[in-house]
């Protein structure tokens, strides 16, 4: 995309509104709105419950749209309003910049610099230089702990997850959220990423003055809100959204790649490639029912094995082998333990008959689960030292 014209005619092209959070920044607010206004009027402002002077400033400015939250409840609830607002009103992306002074209104064309050269959707963090004399050391350890946790729930690398001067694609960003508070910032961002949307920094300029700046981060309370809510989206990420990924992405490899690409011109050693489908073999024998993709993809992550190799030997329960397994299980656990119950190789009998010789199953299967891996994993470990070997 590519816009000529002020900054006011880009702002309308680009359909882009700009939404300032506020609570009980009266100093600065009245700065910050006169200098967005010298860009655009489409603007949105939140009072979340201010009980200082900010209704008496928000009353000089009858140009903007003001929404009054009787009662301060977060900074993420603020947004929230306000991302629905600008819905409403139909805008499509929304540049949301605080209101304690730290942005520069004067940075939004970086944003719509940006903008305008993705042709899909993008969230756009600005970059803070968090090297700054005046920057507080808590700010820039939160930021290299935010960074941190993004990457690994994202795999995407940033420098600042944290600066609140961003653009947010309105019509992209998941339409119901968890959070209220400041730990917001993170559940939108990485469950944005989730869907598949581009999330990058763009450098912006940054002003701490200590004589200004009120900031309403409770270091204790919302550490613990931002932590707890990193624990379950590290959770979803290896137990849902990887297995989700990698599922999606293996459904588009054909045979022939599968084979070229994972298991003949893979950089993994032969002892990776037999111990990722030894794992699989596993896996997809032992009595994991409805939870083997997932466990094999954690567990391959985990031990930093062939995913594809482990995945595609875990469906060796696939259901046409589904009766063969599980009758396999309990002939050899009936070694150890006495069956009540004859097994008869039909889908209805042999699971009435686990439900009666429960016990005798699981010990079966895991036993056949780890002859049966470390059968494979020897073979196929011939098998590809053979194949390098005529290879050469």
């Known amino acids: ?10 702002i309308s092209s680009l359909n882009v509104c700009i939404i300032i959070p506020t609570y009980n920044n009266c100093k600065t607010l009245e700065r910050v709105i006169n200098g967005v206004l010298e860009q655009t009027t489409n603007i949105i402002v939140v009072n979340d419950g201010s009980t200082d002077d900010t209704v008496s400033i928000l009353n000089n400015y009858s140009q903007i749209t003001v929404l009054q939250i009787q009662k301060n409840k977060g900074k993420g609830n603020a947004l ?16 949301t ?29 600005g970059s803070r230089n968090m ?3 005046n920057v507080p050391k808590k700010s820039s350890f939160g930021n290299k702990f935010s960074n941190f946790w993004f990457w690994f729930e994202t795999g995407i690398k940033l420098d600042d997850t944290q600066s ?11 339409n119901n959220f968890f959070t209220n508070k400041f730990e917001f910032e993170i559940e939108v961002i990485v469950r944005t990423a989730w869907k598949g949307v581009s999330v990058k920094n763009i ?14 981060f409770r270091p204790f309370q919302d550490f613990t809100r931002i932590s707890i809510l990193n624990t ?10 990887k297995p989700r990924n990698f599922i999606m992405s293996f459904k588009k490899k054909s045979f022939k790649d599968f084979i070229k690409e994972d298991i003949l011109s893979s950089n993994d050693s032969n002892s990776i490639k037999a111990t990722s489908i030894a794992l699989g073999t596993f896996i997809g024998i032992a009595p994991f029912w409805g939870f083997q993709t997932v466990l094999v993809i954690f567990l391959a992550v985990f031990l930093k094995l062939n995913k594809a190799l482990a995945f595609t030997f875990s469906n060796i329960s696939i259901p046409p082998m589904i009766p063969f397994v599980i009758y396999g299980s309990m002939k050899v656990g009936s070694i150890f333990i006495e069956d009540k119950k004859a ?10 008959t686990i439900k009666d010789n429960l016990l005798q199953y699981v010990v079966g299967s895991l036993f056949l689960a780890t002859v049966a891996s470390i059968l494979f994993g020897f073979a196929s470990y011939l098998l590809l030292s053979l194949f390098r070997k005529s290879a050469k």
């Open 1 to 10: 995309m590519n816009f000529t014209g002020t900054i006011s005619d880009r």
């Open 80 to 95: 929230r309003h306000g991302f629905k607002k600008a819905k409403e009103l139909n805008y499509d992306y929304a540049i």
């Open 97 to 125: 910049i605080d209101s304690d002074g730290q942005h520069f209104p004067d940075d939004i064309p970086v944003f719509l610099d940006a903008l305008e050269q993705e042709n899909s959707p993008v969230l756009l963090i």
């Open 131 to 133: 090297t700054e004399e």
């Open 164 to 174: 609140g001067y961003r653009l947010y694609p309105l019509n992209n960003i998941p």
């Open 203 to 216: 450098p912006i300029k940054i002003l701490y003055d200590p004589n200004e700046r009120v900031t309403h």
């Open 232 to 241: 379950i989206l590290v959770i979803i990420t290896l137990f849902y959204i």
């Open 343 to 352: 097994i008869i190789i039909k889908n209805e009998t042999v699971f009435n």
